[in-house]
């Protein structure tokens, strides 16, 4: 049995990881970590009935004041932002490289075997593209950290009920789903995915080693 831990847990993809493990047979515990306390009522809304979790509110700028909770076999990350969520550059890449690998390092550090990310399509430590060379710093820092199974699914849009709409993503869902019959052979990772089956694929190879079989871009590191 595997305790399982996840960052992003309220998001999109996180609030399926928590469920999907939560149900998973092969995990006994689920810790997430949080930035702020989660009443009751919005516990059961976000993961539903789930005896197997455990909720740390921590401090992402001080998380070696929390290092004793992190400690666990597998790591999932869906934890990210926006550029226009977080307001610059600087602070978007500071939310998503660092918080990011500053935990990873905690829990590797704690003996965790596996660790997982949700990245995105077309990450590339060396694109012009901020965001997406800001995703391919953290698949490349992560994975230099030498875990024995290292696991970044890379989808393009999301789909899923937010609690926020973005307009201009939607847009983007749209014109990508009216294409999606034709998005075939290397096209097809391009296309809309839900955030459910996203989630799914990075469970399944990171406890399971299953591949996913819906076109969806991952980059698989294992180590003996």
Known sequence: M????????????????????????????VKIFIRKKLSDDDKI??????????????????????????????????????????KTKERFYHIDHDYNVAFAKLAHKNAAQVMGIISSVGAKKNSPSFYLKTKGMIEHDLAGMNWPKFIAVRPSFLIGERDKDRFGEKIGIGVFKSLRPVMIGGLKKYAPISAGDVAQALVDLCLTDQAPKNGLEYERKIIF
């Open 2 to 29: 595997k305790t399982v831990l996840i960052l992003g847990a309220t998001g999109l993809v996180g609030r399926n990881l928590v469920k999907i493990c939560c149900a998973s047979d092969c995990v006994d515990v």
């Open 45 to 86: 809304k976000l993961f539903g009935p789930v005896p197997k979790l455990k909720i740390h509110v921590i401090d992402f700028d001080l998380l070696s004041n929390s290092e004793e909770y992190i400690c666990g076999d597998i790591v999932l990350s869906a934890l990210g932002s926006t550029i226009k969520k977080a």
